[in-house]
């Protein structure tokens, strides 16, 4: 008797692809795991990929021939020779690429660059963030892709007016592009990007030392619809003037920390955009006055308002929330004068509020907590960090009322207690909560998270003494989706409970500095069970001995991130380490006292073509061979000497 066609072997392919469409990336994963077809449905339909192993590019290029958005920023190994081998490679397809991420590929320089911009000529997108060899070179030879829209080059730190205009000349559709923290870019360089790119939507230049003749220029864009521009130290009210007459699609602004703004700069820009959505200006506004807020009435569409910082009174929160009662974002911390009747009425006039930051807030008290999780029921994220007064009542209203809320900051809240930590577990979405200095918990507050935050992300434990293993291991047991885990300083830990967290098998960030009572068992059980970790922090963990890092060199193969500091880890040990972590990138190396100038010779040879960034003793500047040192700098590493 012959067998039925199974279910799945009857559904066409075009079926497959719409399911297909409907799944979240965990679960693609899984499918591509059922059968052939499944996985030929997943390469015919794939659009972005991240590539870990530069090896394994050309293969995946040809395996998924639909990809637009590629990111090679966590491969260690990508240089000029490896873009100029894939273009060698005519069976190799990237016409379709429209993004690509190069953030980090401090190894790539203008041959390679060029090349890639020759190969994907239908690149739209290009982030070269954080690459400190970007320069000038660079900038000529990305400026082939003459069809770019999108530029970020965040850090690029060798980056001048020069290359600047070679891309703005070459790539004249750009309309959304980010120069934060390129230090060299100055007036010349912003007023040419003005003039030649007149469809410019958003605009970063946060960090950059231009004066107000740069805000002269950025006024005449017609379509500037985002401006950034935080901690910029010559801008001043002169400059934000031009803005009140210029930019009029501005709809974004952001000032925060501009030392020379004043709440005339800003009121200036407020007069001149009614149709303003998010304003940001922390810590540039001493005060709200008078004038500010009698023109912020005008502001019926704002969303988001940052006004860290400055001094408010309760009948200024009020008057700001009973006029613009659109507000979802609001930022608070660190201002002198607010209080619970200010943001009572606050809450009862922003019913749609879905952000409030109020850390630092010393005189907001539970009533502040209670009113807010009453009216605004939408809330997804609350800020309390050092509130000190509040206290398990305030918690209890967040559990009853906030079933939205999303992320919870408790930082140094001393009044949090397991009753509090009780309430809050009731927020069964939670996906991030800080707890650092709590110290009035213990297990029992750590069970109450553990049995019903299961969606839980990110748990932030810092220096709270009152737990230990039992509370740890009911974390790991019930919060199986978290990906981010800081526990450090959290004295009373040992191996038993930290050999727990082998069971978050999500796990890419883990913070375990200081824990003193964990030894190389704890160790290897956290490696071998957290095969996804990418960050690790053991700074201070003095009794690790090299076993516990023998099974980290064999089982963490995807760290890119590592703090060794004062750690008691041997020359063959930390050879094996450093040679064994193929996509390690950033290395603390600090006071490590059985590590001999030749181990450390070794240790950094071994990896010395992936390293970005690395931090040592300021005596082997001397002591290492200028051979390594200048092979380190060839290949894009910077050392930070201590």
């Not at 800003?266 to 540039?284: F, T």
């Not at 050879?575 to 030749?598: A, G, I, P, W, Y």
Request: net charge positive.
């Amino acid at each position: 008797m012959s067998l039925s066609p199974s279910l799945l072997s009857v559904l066409s392919e075009d079926l497959l692809v719409r399911v297909y469409g409907f799944l979240d990336p965990p679960c693609r994963k899984t499918w591509r795991l059922v059968s052939k077809e499944f996985h030929r449905v997943d390469s015919l339909s794939r659009t972005s990929i991240r590539i870990l192993r530069v090896e394994f590019l050309p293969v995946l290029l040809s395996k998924y021939p639909l990809l637009s958005s590629l990111d090679l920023s966590v491969c260690p190994k990508l240089d000029d020779e490896v873009v100029l081998r894939l273009a060698s490679n005519g069976a190799v397809s990237t016409s379709r690429l429209k993004s690509l991420n190069l953030s980090r590929a401090t190894a790539l320089r203008a041959r390679g660059l060029e090349t890639l911009a020759r190969l994907c000529h239908g690149l739209e997108r290009v982030d070269v963030s954080h690459c400190w060899g970007f320069g000038d070179r660079e900038a000529a030879a990305l400026s082939v892709a003459a069809g770019l829209r999108e530029v970020r080059m965040d850090k690029c730190l060798s980056l001048s007016d020069v290359g600047l205009a070679r891309i703005v000349v070459g790539c004249s559709n750009l309309n959304k592009i980010s120069l934060k923290w390129c230090m060299e870019i100055s007036d010349l360089g912003i007023d040419l990007l003005c003039k030649k790119c007149k469809d410019l939507r958003s605009l970063d230049v946060s960090y950059l030392k231009i004066t107000n003749d740069s805000i002269r220029s950025i006024a005449l864009l017609p379509k500037l619809e985002a401006l950034e521009m935080v901690n910029c130290p010559l801008i001043d009210d002169d400059g934000l003037q031009y803005l009140e007459n210029g930019c009029p699609s501005l709809q974004e602004i952001d000032v925060t920390r501009c030392e020379r703004v004043s709440l005339s700069g800003v009121v200036s820009i407020v007069r001149g955009h009614p149709d303003l959505q998010h304003l940001k200006a922390s810590h540039c506004v001493s005060e709200v006055s008078l004038s500010f807020l009698h023109n912020i009435k005008a502001l019926k569409n704002l969303k988001t308002l940052w006004i860290d910082g400055a001094r408010v009174s309760d009948s200024s929160l009020l008057t700001i929330s009973s006029s613009c009662r659109s507000l979802t974002d609001i930022g608070v911390s660190k201002c002198e004068g607010v209080t619970d009747i200010g943001m009572t009425g606050l809450a009862r006039n922003c019913l749609n509020l879905k952000t409030l930051n109020l850390a630092c807030c010393g005189f907001v008290t539970d009533a502040t907590i209670s009113a807010v999780a009453q009216s605004c029921r939408s809330l997804e994220t609350l800020k309390l960090e050092s509130c000190h007064m509040i206290t398990e009542k305030g918690l209890q209203s967040l559990g009853c009322y906030s079933k939205h809320l999303q992320e919870l900051d408790l930082t140094d809240c001393y009044g949090v207690n397991d009753r509090g930590l009780e309430y809050i577990s009731k927020c069964s979405n939670l996906l991030r909560l800080k707890l650092g200095l709590c110290t009035n918990i213990s297990d029992k507050g750590m069970f109450h998270i553990g049995s019903k935050c299961s969606k839980l992300l990110e748990l932030d434990l810092y220096r709270c003494g009152g737990f230990g293993d039992d509370g740890l291991a009911a974390i790991s047991r019930g919060c199986k989706s978290l990906n981010r885990l800081i526990i450090s300083y959290c004295g009373e830990l040992t191996d038993t409970g930290v050999e727990q967290i082998r069971q978050l098998e999500h796990l890419s960030h883990l913070e375990l500095r200081g824990l003193k009572n964990i030894t190389g068992a704890g160790l290897a059980a956290v490696a071998c069970g957290c095969k996804k970790l990418d960050y690790l922090d053991l700074k201070k963990c003095e009794n690790i001995d090299d076993s516990g890092f023998w099974a980290l060199a064999y089982f963490a193969r995807n760290l890119r991130q590592i703090n060794l500091c004062y750690c008691s880890v041997s020359d063959t040990a930390l050879c094996m380490l450093m040679s064994n972590l193929s996509r390690v990138q950033d290395v603390d190396l600090v006071h490590l006292n059985r590590v001999t100038v030749e181990g450390s010779e070794f240790a950094l040879r071994a990896c010395c073509n992936r390293l970005k960034k690395l931090k040592l003793v300021a005596p082997l500047r001397f002591l290492l061979s200028s051979e390594l040192l200048e092979m380190l700098h060839a290949r894009g590493c910077r050392i930070r000497w201590d």
